[in-house]
């Protein structure tokens, strides 16, 4: 899915989260937005997915821009927040069959399922109510019904702080790789730098509800690991500069 972001803008009263954002994701991409507290990244996440309505803009998802999301097209992407929310009392057995029910996929096969929760080590937990288990357990089993659905465009807020094992961000960059190469296209928040370098196609800074970098590969290939110049200092003169004119 190609999703072209115009002057995309989002306010609360006094407080503005989204400035006139311009950015287009590209299919078969992973893009990493990073930025400080307040930078306006989960709004983004949130408004690419439907939940907010933007204050101005506009979002064009292959080329149409919608009024709002019909179900057709909320089918084909989904977003995993930090927390994602569960039904009191569900497993993830209960989850995933609900999740995909919701997505028109229960017809995915068991063999493909039984190999998804056995990587993720949610086999285990198959009969645990999932308010009754880890942070990071819960959250494996919200990724593996986001795998299974196989949307095409993920949008995941701070996976990398979700609370997960190695095995558990290992399934994460396996799939979102494995997904992006059969075109799907992955977004995701973190406020980890090194992996914002390293697991991505392209970066994208968010300062102040603005784009205000949008890195190539080959752009952060070139740049210093540390010191004047790498992408630390570049965020650190951004906090230094201080707000932005509304």
């Not at 204050?55 to 930090?82: H, K, V, W």
Request: charged residues 25%; proline residues 6%; glycine residues 10%.
């Amino acid at each position: 899915m190609r999703i072209t972001i115009r002057d995309l803008r989002k306010r609360w009263s006094s407080t503005r989260a989204l400035a006139g954002v311009d950015l287009t994701l590209e299919p078969g991409s992973i893009t990493a937005v990073i930025g400080l507290n307040g930078a306006g990244k989960s709004t983004l996440l949130r408004c690419l997915a439907g939940i907010l309505a933007p204050s101005g803009g506009t979002i064009a998802y292959d080329g149409e821009i919608l009024p709002g999301l019909d179900l057709g097209l909320r089918r084909r992407l989904m977003l995993l927040p930090d927390f994602p929310a569960f039904v009191p009392g569900h497993t993830p057995l209960d989850h995933l069959a609900m999740t995909l029910d919701l997505y028109g996929r229960l017809g995915v096969d068991d063999a493909r399922v039984m190999a998804v929760l056995r990587e993720l080590d949610l086999i285990p937990l198959h009969r645990s109510p999932l308010g009754e288990v880890s942070r990071g357990q819960a959250y494996k089993a919200a990724l593996a019904a986001l795998v299974l659905a196989d949307p095409e465009l993920w949008l995941l807020d701070e996976p990398f702080a979700s609370g997960m094992d190695p095995q558990g961000m290992l399934v994460l960059k396996e799939r979102a790789r494995a997904a992006a190469g059969a075109g799907s296209t992955i977004v995701y928040t973190t406020q980890i730098l090194e992996i914002a370098e390293r697991f991505a196609d392209r970066l994208v800074v968010l300062d102040h509800g603005r784009v205000a970098m949008a890195l190539e590969r080959s752009d952060l290939a070139a740049m210093p690991a540390e010191g004047a110049g790498s992408l630390g200092d570049r965020l650190r003169a951004y906090r230094e500069q201080g707000p932005g004119t509304p």
